[in-house]
T-cell receptor, first 115, second 111 residues
Framework: GAGVSQSPRYKVAKRGQDVALRCDPI?????LFWYQQALGQGPEFLTY????????KSGLPSDRFFAERPEGSVSTLKIQRTQQEDSAVYLC?????????????FGQGTRLTVV | DAKTTQPPSMDCAEGRAANLPCNHS???????VYWYRQIHSQGPQYIIH?????ETNEMASLIITEDRKSSTLILPHATLRDTAVYYC????????????WGLGTSLAVNP
């Protein structure tokens, strides 16, 4: 597609449930990022992939959060045993290359509500 | 990465220039200034970035002071569709993952 696609757009999970959020980056983009955005706040970095390699996961808030990008394109962010504080918009972004063009293209996000 | 400070909100009349200020007094010599915007319920959209020279593209102009401690994003002819939260971020080139986003400026363009 023309842009970064995320699914689902909205997800309601019961506390304790596991969820998986999908990101389809722009074709050919090497870099992929996940951000978490709480209501009224700016995005906060979660993790970064360069192709299939997860080079930085320093922003993941706990070991309940796990991300993968096995073939260097589609990525999945998984949250285990969801808690209410996990409620946020999860944004995925991709960029062509870390050193060539520096702007990131964002998807519309997945709004996760944990009840 | 350097922190930035922006006014929480601004208003602008449609058709007029919108000038959005940003302070980044602790920016280091090789950190860029990036601007993104986020329209309600959408993901952020890249606008422009610069190091020390003024930059212009089809969306906006970026004016960076000589001491690099502040910058201004200029939307030359604001439209209603420019209503959004505008984020000014300082960070290293190619290091999108470490960009620290603040609260941004909520710009309201009024008819």
């Amino acid at each position: 597609g023309a842009g970064v696609s995320q699914s689902p757009r909205y997800k309601v999970a019961k506390r304790g449930q596991d969820v998986a959020l999908r990101c389809d980056p722009i074709s050919g983009h090497v870099s992929l990022f996940w951000y978490q955005q709480a209501l009224g706040q700016g995005p906060e970095f979660l993790t970064y992939f360069q192709n299939e390699a997860q080079l930085d996961k320093s922003g993941l808030p706990s070991d309940r959060f796990f991300a993968e990008r096995p073939e260097g394109s589609v990525s999945t962010l998984k949250i285990q045993r969801t808690q209410q504080e996990d409620s946020a918009v999860y944004l995925c972004a991709s960029s062509l290359s870390p050193g060539v063009r520096t702007e990131a293209f964002f998807g519309q996000g997945t709004r996760l509500t944990v009840v | 990465d350097a922190k930035t400070t922006q006014p929480p909100s601004m208003d602008c009349a449609e058709g007029r220039a919108a000038n959005l200020p940003c302070n980044h007094s602790t920016i280091s010599g090789n950190e860029y200034v990036y601007w993104y915007r986020q329209i309600h319920s959408q993901g952020p959209q890249y606008i422009i970035h610069g190091l020390k020279n003024n930059e212009t593209n089809e969306m906006a102009s970026l004016i960076i002071t000589e001491d690099r401690k502040s910058s201004t994003l200029i939307l030359p002819h604001a439209t209603l569709r420019d209503t959004a939260v505008y984020y000014c971020i300082a960070g290293y080139a190619g290091n999108n993952r470490k960009l620290i986003w603040g609260l941004g400026t909520s710009l309201a363009v009024n008819p």
